[in-house]
């Protein structure tokens, strides 16, 4: 079994692509859920961010508060590579059973990992293929605003932490564009899974919200 990297920058319908492959059938791991799930309440991930950042970083219930921790940690580089050291090794060993899992179940030639931070991390060099979904920055900026209820300063803040679009473009093995509507985009994303895989799948323009 062959692994897909799957990525785009925020706001570029990333989630988007990755819930139209998994309609079609498509086996998609989803680096966002086992981050949830290698810090789950009770985890070592979430012993492990309350011991560095404190008890702030937790809700009512005892789970971890996001918006919480991602203030704390988005204009602070030493404390985003603290929480990338919790969470990373956590959710690498989470990936590699679903990848094994997928493996001795023999059913499928090519699975997707999607990770937001495939290029940034190193991933891709584990991949068999990447795929990019790209978005300009117009369309990105209103997309964040529009989801997060960021103003237009926010949201160019966020969009400029992430590795720049161009560079990966320039990584990547094979970039869908996606600036139009879901129909563009289901069109697109056949052309490029026959790209990669060189199979002729189909992929239904589904509404929903952009990832």
């Known amino acids: 079994m062959k692994i897909l990297g799957l990525t785009g920058g925020i706001?570029?319908?990333?989630?988007?692509?990755?819930?139209?492959?998994?309609?079609?059938?498509?086996?998609?791991?989803?680096?966002?859920?086992?981050?949830?799930?290698?810090?789950?309440?009770?985890?070592?991930?979430?012993?492990?961010?309350?011991?560095?950042?404190?008890?702030?970083?937790?809700?009512?219930?005892?789970?971890?508060?996001?918006?919480?921790?991602?203030?704390?940690?988005?204009?602070d580089d030493d404390a985003r590579r603290a929480l990338n050291a919790l969470v990373h090794p956590a959710v690498a060993r989470l990936a590699a059973e679903r990848f094994a899992a997928l493996r001795d179940a023999d059913v499928h030639a090519w699975c997707v990992y999607e990770v937001p931070l495939l290029f940034e991390s190193g991933l891709d060099a584990m991949m068999d293929a990447t795929?990019?979904?790209?978005?300009?920055?117009?369309?990105?900026?209103?997309?964040?605003?529009d989801r997060d209820g960021l103003d237009a300063g926010a949201a160019?803040?966020?969009?400029?932490?992430?590795m720049p679009q161009d560079e990966k473009r320039q990584r990547a093995d094979v970039v869908v564009d996606n600036d139009?509507?879901?129909?563009?985009l289901a069109a697109r994303l056949g052309e490029a899974w026959r790209a990669v895989t060189g199979e002729d799948r189909a992929f239904a323009a589904t509404e929903v919200p952009q990832g």
Do not use: C, H, N, Y
């Open 11 to 75: 706001g570029s319908g990333k989630s988007t692509v990755g819930r139209m492959l998994a309609a079609a059938g498509i086996p998609v791991i989803d680096a966002d859920v086992l981050a949830r799930e290698a810090v789950a309440p009770g985890s070592p991930g979430l012993a492990g961010i309350v011991e560095r950042f404190g008890e702030g970083v937790l809700d009512a219930a005892g789970g971890l508060d996001r918006k919480a921790l991602g203030a704390r940690v988005f204009a």
């Open 131 to 145: 795929l990019l979904i790209a978005v300009s920055e117009d369309v990105q900026r209103r997309r964040v605003m």
């Open 180 to 184: 139009g509507s879901l129909a563009i």
């Open 156 to 162: 160019r803040a966020r969009i400029a932490a992430q």
